[in-house]
């Protein structure tokens, strides 16, 4: 697999003073590039274009999931079986998208590169939390650093997927409910260059999250009939 059959999406809103930087060293080594400009106020898009990027705009904002999505399924239409998502402010090197390739070759459907050291402590025992409950067994439940495969691509790009507000636990717990097999490998992450986090950038942003996450924990507390039969089988085949 060459990185030129690779579809690198990054979804971005004012991210002019970083955009064409990382696109740039995206493009190097040989990836293809789409951004989704989500209605930026600022040079986002030609920044973009200038960089080499193929580049969707939308007319108005549709949060980071959205627009990720929206690169997920041009990135389809063109025939790309493997995608890389990536965040747009630098917190993440295309050095280390081969990480991602590596550990994909190993076996997966979903490779999500984790960096369980960021964040605040508040935002660990927020994810420890809410994993408890979901039963998720993903470290790094919103690194945007993420490999999908086919599988994924016709999960993510569905009408069921366009529902979910963010990346993180609805996402993760669709693709579990696919039994998809999804994988985390450690890569390092650099604080944000610029700008602010499009979820925690205020009180009444991250309370909605917690919200709407605790929700979503909720209603996959408990197995399914589908879980708790291939839980049996499985048992029954290590007894055997």
């Not at 969707?56 to 949060?63: A, D, Y």
């Not at 470290?139 to 691509?153: E, K, P, V």
Request: with cysteine; proline share 1%.
């Amino acid at each position: 697999m060459k990185n030129s059959d690779i579809c690198i999406v990054m979804p971005a809103m004012n991210e002019a003073s970083s955009i064409a930087e990382i696109v740039l060293s995206v493009i190097t080594l040989g990836y293809q590039v789409i951004v989704v400009d989500d209605a930026s106020s600022d040079n986002t898009k030609i920044e973009a274009q200038k960089a080499g990027a193929m580049v969707l705009t939308h007319l108005v904002n549709l949060g980071a999931w959205k627009a990720t999505q929206t690169g997920l399924r041009y990135a389809k239409k063109l025939g790309f079986n493997i995608v890389v998502t990536m965040d747009a402010d630098g917190q993440h090197s295309a050095d280390h998208i081969s990480l991602l390739i590596e550990r994909y070759h190993l076996g997966a459907d979903v490779v999500i590169g984790n960096c369980t050291q960021r964040g605040s402590a508040g935002r660990h025992i927020a994810w420890q939390f809410f994993k408890g409950i979901n039963r998720l067994k993903v470290s790094d439940i919103t690194s945007g650093f993420r490999l999908y495969n086919q599988n994924a691509l016709d999960c993510l790009v569905s009408k069921q997927a366009t529902m979910l507000e963010y990346q993180c636990i609805g996402v993760l717990l669709m693709m579990r409910d696919m039994q998809l097999n999804i994988v985390e490998t450690s890569v390092p992450m650099a604080e944000r260059k610029t700008g602010i986090s499009r979820i925690f950038h205020s009180w009444l942003a991250v309370g909605y999250y917690l919200l709407y996450s605790g929700l979503l924990s909720l209603a996959k507390a408990f197995p399914t009939h589908k879980e708790k039969y291939k839980n049996r089988i499985s048992g029954h085949h290590k007894i055997d």
